[in-house]
DNA sequence: AACCTATAAATTGCGTACAATTTAATTATA
DNA sequence: TATAATTAAATTGTACGCAATTTATAGGTT
């Protein structure tokens, strides 16, 4: 019986890995700034997806940051303690949660552009590479 | 006083989120594959490194894997109930903890081979575009 | 109208992640 | 050599992620 090839198991040739490390070492960057405002890495992105939509239900939300409900109502109670969203049944269908962005929400924006300020001084890749990089991930995320 | 840019808080121009994003979609794709052999996805990376390591302590796991105990003393006592690993404190210095594969955890190795030739059938991008994604991100978690 | 099906959130339970603290062992130093 | 500083794990507490289930509402069928 011929010696099997085990190097598909081996961590240095897996792709997921890095992947993994990789984002959660750069949220790990992001923390120190991000608790400036007083934010976990998750609120901020909720966050930036209010900024843009101002009032969405919580399913389109979890389709922005494929999270699904179980993450987000415990995650939406918080900024919603922070005054900085609301949460209200929609009229229309009472099955919708109706999140919206708070005059507290909308000027915390102003506090949260120096975040990615801050972060590009940290980036340890060319300008190029993230470009490349940002194109494959997404082509990974949305096959067309 | 000038309108301010806030493009750079837009979620379409982040970096991480994409990363993060795809960071857990594959790890979603390995679950049913994984449930086969009844490993987490950490589960399976820390079994990756016993699997090439045969015994180490848990410091030095957690540089394999970017994890502190927090995270890895939970997860080796779970390991160590499946009989997958032992976990000892070293002679030499009790202060270090020795992790040491089992038979059973050599075994599993076998079932595992399946798991990558599966994943392999997954992939939604060319081979050269594993490549630089590797490459670029190994570039951001080890600058040299 | 009564019933069936589908859908959206919330809830439950388990397993991470990780910062901060504690405990125990080792090493360095006065 | 007593003590201070350092180190490795474990522990504690908070916040996700996510599968599976439950609850509530809406729409479709007979």
């Known amino acids: ?3 099997e090839n085990y190097d598909a198991l ?7 890995f ?6 959660r070492e750069i949220i790990r960057q992001y923390k120190p700034f991000l608790d400036e405002i007083d934010l976990t890495y998750t609120q901020y992105i909720a966050m930036m997806v209010m900024w843009e939509r101002k009032a969405l ?3 389109a939300l979890g389709e922005y940051l494929y999270l699904d409900s179980g993450t987000l109502t ?11 969203v609301t949460r209200n ?8 949660l109706i999140v ?6 909308e000027a915390l924006k102003a506090q949260a552009i120096h975040v990615p300020e801050k972060m590009a001084q940290c980036a340890r890749i060319e300008p190029w590479e993230a470009t490349e990089l940002y194109r494959i991930l997404y082509k ?5």
Do not use: F, H, W
């Not at 961590?11 to 997921?16: D, V």
């Not at 415990?74 to 900085?84: A, I, R």
């Not at 049944?89 to 919708?96: A, H, K, L, Y």
């Open 1 to 3: 019986m011929a010696q």
């Open 10 to 16: 081996k961590l240095e040739n897996q792709i997921c």
């Open 18 to 23: 890095p992947l993994y490390a990789c984002s």
């Open 57 to 59: 239900t919580v399913k």
């Open 74 to 84: 415990p995650l939406l109670k918080k900024l919603e303690q922070k005054g900085l």
């Open 89 to 96: 049944r929609s009229r229309e269908d009472e099955r919708n």
């Open 100 to 105: 919206r962005i708070t005059p507290e929400g």
């Open 140 to 144: 990974m995320l949305k096959p067309d």
